[in-house]
């Protein structure tokens, strides 16, 4: 476009164009010509400014996917971690599990794997301050009764969750 206005401007300079007629529609074309040259240019200066604003919000974006990508790096090495710390606790008690395993009778063993698969992982509760730490009820008297009077090897039972019971110091016997 600027070399087609320089070109007419030349042929208008020139004097080779004779004819007014002519020579009007040539000034046209040439006002016409910057007009759309103008305008053209005002085009080209609002898509860079948009572009500056793009390119503005594109790195704004990165430093925040960024700081986000640290954030998730973070808590990934953090959940690693408790994974390996609950896999090393789950192994050292699944060894202490199987050494008291070999000590209890295996009816009792039996019971309490089945109670244990019934009640959502705990198959035993203990007994604190006549209350069932597996359902979180309070015996009542007649049970209380019940257990103070049965002897130390009698395996006792929840009446409400059937959970065996474990008597401590604490039971409140």
Do not use: F, W
């Not at 309070?138 to 006792?156: H, Q, R, W």
């Amino acid at each position: 476009m600027r070399q087609r206005a320089v070109r007419d401007q030349q042929r208008l300079d020139s004097g080779a164009v004779s004819s007014p007629k002519d020579l009007e529609s040539l000034q046209r074309e040439i006002t016409s010509l910057a007009k759309r040259q103008g305008d053209l240019e005002d085009v080209v200066l609002e898509i860079m400014e948009r572009r500056e604003a793009a390119q503005e919000r594109v790195a704004e974006l990165t430093e925040r996917v960024s700081a986000v990508q640290a954030k998730v790096d973070d808590a990934t090495a953090r959940r690693d971690a408790a994974t390996a710390e609950l896999d090393a606790e789950a192994a050292t008690v699944t060894k202490d599990r199987q050494v008291v395993a070999e000590v209890v009778p295996a009816d009792l063993m039996k019971l309490y794997d089945k109670l244990r698969v019934q009640q959502g992982g705990v198959g035993a509760a203990r007994l604190y301050q006549r209350r069932c730490e597996g359902c979180r009820l309070e015996l009542n008297m007649a049970e209380v009764g019940d257990v103070k009077a049965a002897s130390p090897e009698t395996v006792l039972r929840c009446e409400n969750c059937h959970r065996i019971l474990v008597r401590t110091a604490e039971s409140g016997l």
